[in-house]
């Protein structure tokens, strides 16, 4: 039907690939163009913008789907000019790239029913839906059948692009055929590898990449279909709970909120206040002597002070890892699946987190952590949360400072924090990871640890952490800003080390310190008052005076009318306490309860005792989970 064409490997390799390229293109322009009202702060200039970007997504789909051509052409052996050989690789190159193709276009219109890209959750519905996948298909082909038509063109270009580019036989009279093609295939090989990965930089790309580029709204328009299943094939995915009608779901528990209350701790007006969230690495209760009277000698000087001063509650981490503490913090959103949210099939969601309410009040936002550009998503994540600006070793820019592991340790760093702060427009919303209390425990060059007692190396640098904090505020102070702001302090997680009891269960393993200092607005107070991360930014908002409407699994915790609660996953098991009871359940059923108030260390689970008045913390428990799994589900992570 198509005239063959016999040209070389390099106009081979360069056509197929090139046109293919295109294709994943026009299929991300198909999608804007179907689905236009989803994005209408896209102008043609962002469009050529984000779909710039998009090729390095594209191009990772592209050298997964032509591995094969890639690799079996390139391969230095003569068997492939062979004509079963040259007719089994363009077979494959054909039906891979029709699937890649496929992929896309399906989504073009399955975005409008999920508004993101498809992930291997589109797999899970399949199968939860087994026995209807033949109805399914046939209703999609006659609903939007030209979309089948579409496909019919894309796959014609490919055979026609596959019939004119046939591999020329080799001419045997060449002596040094071997080696040229060795040294095609080891490029190619290197060539393929930095594509999978998107680059050179620290982390191979994943879905939330793309979000160090847009809004999580406009991320669809960066990524592709083929990549983000592929990104999140090996993932669980979430299961839709039932355990109420969506009718009444809403009314019972939403974590949609509004207008807030500030009517404790709270003794002034913080209208344009700043706000600096200080998260602190590895620094649970445990290491701090405030929230400890069993510590004899204080590795936290300064934190005592300044947490003296503030209101204090017995905070609790969302999560062990920072990675999960990140999305906790800065958008409400709680671990309570085996993947963190970040690396997770639903990375690609649309999220709506505290600095976007902040901008929308006419805040300039920054998120700052010393570490190496892209350490565990941090800039995609606080980008997605709506912070503006990130600021890591790269912005730093003086690698004389490196600790040689992790990034700039957390004296000079801190310092460069708040230098650029003071530079920033006014007000300001920022947040600050800090680094140097992370294995291996570095201190830096020439900074003489305060003599002490140190039982570990870890300890040496909880000393350095908080003398680097001291030198921080001292700095700050000294701005006219400073009177002006409301910092809040928080830890990722606990300590990697333990020397306390009480902290070695699954309730202590979560307790971080969760403090508000600003002495012109905020009361100081030590409560007994749990709250955790996610309680952050609302709380932020309630304290500011800010009325808007904010997503978040948290509660205010200035508002005395609202219950506290925790929530977590570990080791498949979900953690869930109210202050009163702390409860394990395995998704089915709750196999331990815990009368917090008065057995701290979980020693007597009263899972069969006490006449069941722990039930209704399993209900409030119910209420949270079958929120977040199904809004995860349905993408509803915003206002």
Same mark, same amino acid.
Request: charged share 20%; proline share 3%; glycine share 6%.
């Given at each position: 039907?198509?005239?063959?064409?016999?040209?070389?490997?390099?106009?081979?390799?360069?056509?197929?690939?090139?046109?293919?390229?295109?294709?994943?293109?026009?299929?991300?322009?198909?999608?804007?163009?179907?689905?236009?009202?989803?994005?209408?702060?896209?102008?043609?200039?962002?469009?050529?913008?984000?779909?710039?970007?998009?090729?390095?997504?594209?191009?990772?789909?592209?050298?997964?789907?032509?591995?094969?051509?890639?690799?079996?052409?390139?391969?230095?052996?003569?068997?492939?000019?062979?004509?079963?050989?040259?007719?089994?690789?363009?077979?494959?190159?054909?039906?891979?790239?029709?699937?890649?193709?496929?992929?896309?276009?399906?989504?073009?219109?399955?975005?409008?029913?999920?508004?993101?890209?498809?992930?291997?959750?589109?797999?899970?519905?399949?199968?939860?839906?087994?026995?209807?996948?033949?109805?399914?298909?046939?209703?999609?082909?006659?609903?939007?059948?030209?979309?089948?038509?579409?496909?019919?063109?894309?796959?014609?270009?490919?055979?026609?692009?596959?019939?004119?580019?046939?591999?020329?036989?080799?001419?045997?009279?060449?002596?040094?055929?071997?080696?040229?093609?060795?040294?095609?295939?080891?490029?190619?090989?290197?060539?393929?590898?930095?594509?999978?990965?998107?680059?050179?930089?620290?982390?191979?790309?994943?879905?939330?990449?793309?979000?160090?580029?847009?809004?999580?709204?406009?991320?669809?328009?960066?990524?592709?279909?083929?990549?983000?299943?592929?990104?999140?094939?090996?993932?669980?995915?979430?299961?839709?709970?039932?355990?109420? =009608?969506? !009718?009444?779901?809403?009314? &019972?528990? +939403?974590?949609?909120?509004?207008?807030? %209350?500030? *009517?404790?701790?709270?003794? /002034?007006?913080?209208?344009?206040?700043?706000?600096?969230?200080?998260?602190?690495?590895?620094?649970?209760?445990?290491?701090?002597?405030?929230?400890?009277?069993?510590? =004899?000698? !204080?590795?936290?000087?300064? &934190?005592? +002070?300044?947490?003296?001063?503030?209101? %204090?509650? *017995?905070?609790?981490?969302? /999560?062990?890892?920072?990675?999960?503490?990140?999305?906790?913090?800065?958008?409400?959103?709680?671990?309570?699946?085996?993947?963190?949210?970040?690396?997770?099939?639903?990375?690609?969601?649309?999220?709506?987190? &505290?600095?976007?309410?902040?901008?929308?009040?006419?805040?300039?936002?920054?998120?700052?952590? /010393?570490?190496?550009?892209?350490?565990?998503?941090?800039?995609?994540?606080?980008?997605?949360?709506?912070?503006?600006?990130?600021?890591?070793?790269?912005?730093?820019?003086?690698?004389?400072?490196?600790?040689?592991?992790?990034?700039?340790?957390?004296?000079?760093?801190?310092?460069?924090?708040?230098?650029?702060?003071?530079?920033?427009?006014?007000?300001?919303?920022?947040?600050?990871?800090?680094?140097?209390?992370?294995?291996?425990?570095?201190?830096?060059?020439?900074?003489?640890?305060?003599?002490?007692?140190?039982?570990?190396?870890?300890?040496?640098?909880?000393?350095?952490?908080?003398?680097?904090?001291?030198?921080?505020?001292?700095?700050?102070?000294?701005?006219?800003?400073?009177?002006?702001?409301?910092?809040?302090?928080?830890?990722?997680?606990?300590?990697?080390?333990?020397?306390?009891?009480?902290?070695?269960?699954?309730?202590?393993?979560?307790?971080?310190?969760?403090?508000?200092?600003?002495?012109?607005?905020?009361?100081?107070?030590?409560?007994?008052?749990?709250?955790?991360?996610?309680?952050?930014?609302?709380?932020?908002?309630?304290?500011?005076?800010?009325?808007?409407?904010?997503?978040?699994?948290?509660?205010?915790?200035?508002?005395?009318?609202?219950?506290?609660?925790?929530?977590?996953?570990?080791?498949?098991?979900?953690?869930?306490?109210?202050?009163?009871?702390?409860?394990?359940?395995n998704g089915n059923e709750t196999t331990g309860v815990f009368d917090i108030r008065n057995d701290?260390?979980?020693?007597?689970?009263?899972?069969?005792?006490?006449?069941?008045?722990?039930?209704?913390?399993?209900?409030?428990?119910?209420?949270?989970?079958?929120?977040?799994?199904?809004?995860?589900?349905?993408?509803?992570?915003?206002?």
């Open positions: 039907m198509f005239s063959k064409k016999e040209v070389s490997l390099w106009k081979m390799l360069a056509t197929r690939l090139g046109v293919m390229l295109l294709l994943l293109a026009l299929s991300r322009w198909l999608l804007f163009l179907f689905n236009r009202g989803t994005f209408p702060d896209v102008g043609i200039r962002e469009q050529f913008r984000l779909f710039f970007i998009g090729m390095r997504f594209d191009i990772w789909t592209l050298v997964i789907f032509n591995l094969p051509l890639i690799i079996f052409y390139c391969i230095p052996i003569k068997k492939k000019y062979c004509a079963t050989y040259k007719k089994t690789i363009d077979t494959l190159f054909i039906i891979g790239n029709s699937i890649a193709v496929a992929l896309n276009l399906i989504d073009v219109i399955y975005f409008r029913f999920i508004d993101k890209r498809m992930t291997n959750e589109l797999v899970e519905f399949i199968r939860w839906d087994e026995g209807n996948q033949g109805s399914l298909i046939a209703s999609f082909l006659r609903d939007f059948w030209y979309m089948a038509i579409i496909f019919l063109v894309f796959l014609s270009l490919i055979i026609i692009i596959t019939r004119k580019t046939k591999l020329r036989s080799a001419d045997n009279s060449e002596g040094r055929w071997y080696l040229r093609h060795t040294i095609i295939f080891i490029t190619m090989i290197i060539a393929s590898a930095i594509g999978i990965r998107g680059g050179l930089q620290l982390k191979p790309i994943r879905i939330m990449t793309a979000a160090e580029y847009t809004g999580t709204r406009n991320m669809p328009l960066v990524l592709n279909t083929p990549f983000t299943i592929g990104r999140s094939g090996s993932k669980p995915t979430l299961k839709k709970i039932t355990y109420f =009608e969506d !009718s009444v779901i809403d009314s &019972l528990y +939403s974590p949609v909120k509004g207008e807030q %209350t500030a *009517n404790r701790y709270i003794k /002034g007006e913080a209208n344009n206040y700043n706000v600096m969230i200080v998260i602190m690495e590895s620094l649970g209760q445990e290491m701090i002597r405030y929230y400890n009277s069993g510590i =004899e000698k !204080s590795l936290t000087p300064f &934190l005592d +002070s300044i947490f003296s001063r503030s209101v %204090t509650f *017995n905070g609790m981490a969302n /999560g062990r890892k920072s990675i999960e503490a990140v999305p906790s913090i800065l958008s409400g959103i709680p671990s309570l699946m085996a993947n963190d949210y970040v690396s997770s099939a639903y990375a690609g969601n649309h999220i709506e987190g &505290l600095g976007t309410v902040m901008k929308e009040n006419g805040y300039a936002t920054a998120f700052f952590h /010393g570490g190496n550009n892209g350490t565990m998503s941090f800039d995609a994540t606080s980008s997605s949360a709506g912070f503006d600006t990130y600021f890591g070793r790269d912005e730093y820019a003086n690698d004389s400072d490196y600790d040689g592991t992790w990034g700039i340790p957390d004296m000079p760093f801190l310092q460069f924090t708040a230098q650029t702060i003071n530079e920033m427009r006014k007000p300001f919303a920022a947040a600050v990871f800090t680094l140097s209390s992370h294995h291996p425990f570095t201190i830096p060059h020439g900074y003489s640890v305060p003599e002490g007692s140190y039982r570990t190396e870890f300890e040496k640098t909880v000393r350095y952490a908080d003398d680097s904090m001291r030198k921080f505020f001292e700095t700050m102070s000294a701005y006219s800003w400073y009177d002006s702001t409301i910092f809040v302090f928080t830890a990722d997680h606990v300590c990697p080390e333990h020397h306390f009891e009480e902290y070695l269960n699954d309730y202590g393993q979560y307790r971080v310190p969760i403090a508000f200092y600003a002495p012109s607005v905020i009361e100081p107070e030590k409560t007994k008052i749990m709250a955790q991360q996610t309680d952050i930014g609302i709380s932020i908002l309630a304290a500011l005076g800010l009325n808007d409407t904010i997503f978040t699994f948290g509660r205010n915790v200035f508002d005395s009318t609202e219950k506290t609660c925790f929530a977590s996953f570990t080791n498949n098991i979900y953690l869930y306490c109210d202050g009163e009871y702390f409860i394990q359940n701290s260390t979980l020693k007597t689970n009263i899972v069969d005792g006490r006449g069941k008045d722990w039930k209704e913390t399993e209900h409030e428990f119910r209420l949270r989970l079958q929120q977040y799994n199904n809004r995860m589900i349905n993408n509803r992570l915003h206002r």
